[in-house]
């Protein structure tokens, strides 16, 4: 592995480091031979990343060239974005609540080389806001409001503008920066590469443990290689061939900001972001269905106008729906017309629009779980004990209670009802989906369809066992065969 760091001025960086080649940016970008170079990382430095500027090239050309820059184009594009900064805070939300606590002002600026801090207190936030935007040199700025700290600005800095203390810390960054990542061989991979999106705190994920492992034994007995990463490793996505995302998703979270960045990569990526941004929202479901006359529950959808038109359109009890709810939660059964008023109004302070539905009750829903346009199993998933919904969640304790799962052979199922789902998991596209379904008598009633189902060893799989797993990576091997082809 070799480094470049390009600057805008020579006399910017006066310091001499064994495996840094150090280059003026108008040289790299004029002179043919930084094309053909066989550096795999470009350490962009230039005083302003600028849309059309000399830095903004720099990175521009890094990827034309198969390099690898710092910072990546997507994220100098990203840099002004009000949506970037709620993705940050949102992936540093504890660390900064925790490391900012003691602090009397209601503003703060960390200066960040190469990953390090200045102050040691910082330095493990330092390395995680690093890791994610992988700027060498970069300042953050913190506000709180409320008592709540969040990210509001982060700009790069230029090394003419720091005073001499600061350059004096720049340049042990720099050491210890590069001395940990000198120019090595690199090991002999496997023929790809798949990154498989965990969070490892999650109290409810969507695959367990051995499920996790069970996915990774399978991908590399197709001869993939298979590591787990977390939202701290947003920056690692290109040293991929394919990324499989088994963490809780939403539309607006750092699910969707990793897929998106990975399609934009040329990575295959289930679950893609335009899948992960429909089936997290049930309006958009509950559109879907009725354009294409599938079967629903009575539905109606709420805004602040008609919340008293919901018990006439439905009756009581009926079952109101937050948008982007999951896990069973943001989903309420409300037995009154004073309860209706009550939660429709919590609910609608969250968003413009929320749904009503017909409440059904039964013993279990079906769920289907569908891949790449074909059916995968299927599985029953009972109430919980003595519950109205799969999940009882504690809000006191944050505990929850789950109802048994209970995998279904494909041949034991019924046939419409599996007809029906895979007609409406296409709606969405080829990605990786569940189709919840209620049964009352001989008809059916869809219920949602979601992204990123669950997959636990002992329950979905309990029929297939390993061979569900197979099936899941060997699509991932298809897709990355056929997209290498294509180029």
Sequence with gaps: ????????????????????????????????????????????????????????????????????????????????????????????????????APLKADSFELSIYFGRSEVKRYAKLGLQLYKLLQIPLLRARFECHAGQWRLVDVLPLAIEEMPQR????????????????????????????????????????????????KFRRAAEALGMRANFITRADFARLGEFDALFIRDTTFANHYTYQFSRQAAADGLVVIDDAD???KCNNKVYLAELFARHHLPVPKTLLVHKGNVDQVAYSLALPCVLKQPDSSFSLGVVKVDTQEQLRSKACELLQKSE??????????????RVIVLDRKLLCVAKYYMADGYWQIVRHDEQSGSYVEGSVVAIAETSAPREMLRLALQAANLIGDGFYGVDIKQAGEHYYF?????????????????????????????????????????
């Excluded at 080649?21 to 302003?48: E, I, K, P, Q, W």
């Excluded at 710092?70 to 540093?92: G, K, M, V």
């Excluded at 940990?180 to 695959?207: V, W």
């Excluded at 992204?451 to 569900?468: H, M, R, V």
Aim: proline share 7%; aromatic share 10%.
């Design 275 to 277: 899948s992960i941004l």
């Design 447 to 487: 219920i949602e369809i979601n992204d990123n189902p669950n997959i636990d060893a002992g329950s979905e799989d309990a029929l297939l066992k390993d061979a569900l797993y197979h099936e899941v990576m060997s699509v991932f091997l298809r897709r990355i065969q056929a997209r290498k082809a294509a180029r």
């Design 353 to 366: 629009l929320i749904i009503a539905q017909e409440y059904l009750p039964t013993e279990f829903d079906w």
């Design 166 to 213: 600061q350059r004096d810390f720049l340049v042990k960054a720099a050491m210890e920066f590069f001395a940990e990542h000198k120019p090595q061989a690199q090991p002999r991979a496997a023929h790809f590469h798949l990154a498989i999106l965990h969070d490892p705190d999650d109290p409810e994920p969507p695959s367990n443990s051995k499920a996790m492992q």
């Design 1 to 100: 592995m070799s480094n470049l760091l390009v600057v805008s001025d020579l006399h910017d960086w006066p310091l001499d480091i064994p495996g840094l080649t150090v280059v003026h940016a108008r040289a790299y970008l004029t002179d043919a031979a930084y094309g053909m170079s066989s550096a795999d990382r470009v350490f962009n430095l230039c005083r302003s990343y600028d849309y059309q500027s000399m830095g903004y090239y720099v990175s521009l050309l890094a990827e034309a060239r198969g390099q690898q820059p710092f910072p990546r184009l997507a994220t100098i594009a990203d840099l002004p974005s009000s949506t970037q900064a709620d993705w940050l805070t949102e992936c540093l939300i504890e660390p900064m609540q925790r490391e900012f």
